[in-house]
Structure formats: C-alpha cells, structure tokens
C-alpha cells in the first residue's frame, strides 16, 4: 500500500502565505502525476493544482500566480506554495498521487489521497 501524509496548513490571516507538503510512503510504487485539490463548505472538490512526473505544471484559475506546485521526486513528496491568501482560500485541502503499485510481479495503478488538511483564511 502508498499512503500520503500532509504537513502545513492552518490558520493565517488575508495576503498571507503558506506551505504544505505532502509525501509518498510504502514499498514497491512508483510516482507519476502529483496534486493538491480542495473542498470549500458546501460546495464540490477541486483540482488546485497538479505536476507531472516531467513537473509539468497547471493551476486552477483562481490560483493561478499565486499558489505554486513543485515536487522533489527523491523524498516522494510534492508541495503547495500558497501566497497571497484570501478569505475564499478557506478550505481543507488534500493531495493526491496517481501510483504504480508492484504486487507479486503485477503493476496496479491507484489514485492515493491524503487524509486533509483545514486552511483558514481570515480577513
């Protein structure tokens, strides 16, 4: 099994910054595309931000030049630079990786995700 365990977040106040990281454990997986995605009060999940195994990157629209995906493919860990908060930044947010699981000689590819982490933007 790949569990993903998040670090960071938290409170911070409007025009703020903050960093979250995420990393990868377990035996006998591979890393391809990497994400972070949140979910506001009362409204659906979304994709953030996502980098690729060749650290291609793309951003929501709402995000875009403020937040910043990068990866260290060493550590299996993928992080979130989010500067410039705002009050509708508000939201807990989760990473996600899509593994190649090797099991007695067979790939299994998964969508792995981590548990969530609350981000509070105050204005």
């Known amino acids: 099994q790949v569990h993903l365990v998040e670090s960071g977040g938290g409170l911070v106040q409007a025009g703020g910054s903050l960093r979250r990281s995420c990393v990868a454990s377990?035996?006998?997986?591979?890393?391809?595309?990497m994400g972070w995605s949140r979910q506001a009060p009362g409204k659906q999940r979304e994709l953030v931000a996502a980098i690729t195994s060749g650290e291609n990157t793309n951003y929501a629209d709402s995000v875009q030049g403020r937040f910043t995906i990068s990866r260290d493919n060493a550590q299996n860990t993928v992080y979130l630079q989010m500067n410039s908060l705002k009050p509708e930044d508000t939201a807990i947010y989760y990473c996600?990786?899509?593994?190649?699981?090797?099991?007695?000689?067979?790939?299994?590819?998964?969508?792995?995700w981590g548990q969530g982490t609350l981000v509070t933007v105050s204005s």
């Open positions: 377990g035996s006998s997986f591979s890393i391809d595309a």
């Open positions: 996600n990786a899509d593994v190649r699981v090797r099991v007695l000689d067979v790939i299994h590819a998964m969508d792995v």
